[in-house]
């Protein structure tokens, strides 16, 4: 049997890191936009090559069109449509999602 030998799993080591890079690339949007798409697109790598899902928390972070991080009042604006919500994107993509808070 194989021991630890108190180093940390890379699964936990590459979600830390996918952590880092999304909410750097929230951070920097305003200022540098070129910058915070490559720490999505790098994120996202990283998601593939260790094969760890997203998750639908992440996923909600960034436009899956443009890699641009989706961040209220600077790079999205949302319309509301019932109970629905359509996040867009500068790109054009539109993002439909339910709005929460309300539970019936």
């Known amino acids: 049997m194989r021991r630890n030998n108190g180093v940390e799993p890379i699964r936990v080591i590459v979600n830390r890191r996918i952590d880092i890079l999304l909410s750097k690339a929230c951070e920097v949007v305003s200022e540098r936009e070129a910058d915070s798409k490559r720490y999505v697109k790098l994120s996202c790598k990283l998601s593939m090559r260790h094969r760890i899902a997203m998750g639908a928390t992440r996923k909600k972070m960034f436009c899956k069109k443009c890699f641009l991080p989706l961040v209220l ?8 449509n019932g109970e629905w919500e359509n996040y867009i994107c500068r790109c054009g993509e539109v993002k439909k999602m339910h709005a929460t808070g309300k539970k019936k």
């Open 73 to 80: 009042g600077k790079t999205v604006k949302i319309e509301k």
